[in-house]
């Protein structure tokens, strides 16, 4: 069971496949087990090596309670610990929902390490959407999943929930993300699903900004989780495209 360490934390990975590097990071609650679920590993390993990365505080990864772990620098430079770790130059990466938000949080602070950036589920601008009753807040995320999504939240306990919702907390930075994700240098595509309410304006988002934008059926953990296989297909094209861009040899095993 492999595992890279930053800054004293162990980071779980699962690694299949050859050819060069994707990294595949997983949304709030979930783990690195779902990309294999949703079938994205085996629609990719055919000719990348893939990395399912569990984020720290889920999965098999160490869940500390101090709220400073959890703060988006110190949690992309976990991503890049197990791009290290398999001993790559550059990864391609893609993120969904808190996935992604730590996607933009490796072109902000460790551009050189991506070769491609994929983000699905998540408002590189304004982040988490807002309630009627104002910004949502992690107890009445909790209490949402729990009434929605019981499979998700089957394995958070008293100990680890400080974690999570240290997790939670930090999706509201949001500074610079607009111009890390734009000012790359990289090939970045923006990916959602249909039923997602956010649809038309993240795609309006892409368009406004030039970037690719992939439409798939599923709403927000549907696309994933239901529509993965569809999802998969059209982010492998993507990251054809993207390794055969000047310089992306460079993400080679």
Same mark, same amino acid.
């Given at each position: 069971?492999?595992f890279?360490?930053h ?6 990975y699962?690694v ?9 990071q997983?949304g ?8 294999k679920q ?9 000719r990348? #090596? ?8 889920h999965g098999e990864s160490?869940?500390?309670p101090d ?6 620098e110190?949690?992309?430079g ?9 001993h790559c130059?550059?990864?391609?990466l893609?993120?969904h929902?808190m996935?992604a ?5 490796v ?8 070769s ?9 601008v304004?982040?988490? !959407? !807002? ?6 807040q992690?107890?009445?995320?909790m209490?949402?999943a729990?009434l ?9 306990t008293?100990?680890?929930e ?5 997790c939670?907390?930090?999706l509201?930075?949001l500074?610079?993300a607009g ?21 038309? #304006?993240r ?10 934008f ?9 696309m994933?989780?239901?529509?993965g296989?569809?999802?998969a297909?059209?982010?492998?094209g993507?990251?054809d ?13």
């Open positions: 069971m492999p890279a360490v800054r004293g934390q162990r980071i779980h699962t299949e496949g050859e050819g060069p590097l994707v990294v595949l997983h709030m609650l979930m783990d690195a087990s779902v990309w949703g079938g994205f590993v085996d629609a990719l390993t055919d990348y #090596r893939v990395a399912c990365v569990d984020s720290l505080g160490d869940k500390p709220t400073d772990h959890y703060r988006q110190q949690r992309a976990d991503i890049v610990a197990v791009i290290d770790d398999l130059a550059r990864a391609h893609v993120g929902s996935g938000w730590l996607g933009v949080g072109a902000k602070y460790y551009p050189e390490w991506l491609s950036l994929v983000l699905g589920g998540w408002d590189v304004n982040g988490l !959407p !807002p309630t009627r009753q104002g910004p949502l992690f107890d009445a995320f209490k949402f729990r929605t999504a019981p499979h998700l939240t089957r394995s958070v008293t100990e680890s400080s974690g999570l919702r240290a939670f907390d930090a509201g930075q500074d610079g111009k890390a994700v734009l000012e790359s240098g990289f090939p970045v595509m923006i990916w959602e699903g249909q039923d997602d309410p956010a649809h038309a #304006r795609k309006a988002f892409a368009d406004a900004n030039g970037l690719r992939l439409s798939t059926a599923g709403d927000h953990l549907g994933v989780l239901t529509h296989v569809e999802s297909d059209g982010i492998g993507f990251l495209l993207a390794q055969n861009a000047p310089g992306a040899g460079l993400a080679a095993s």
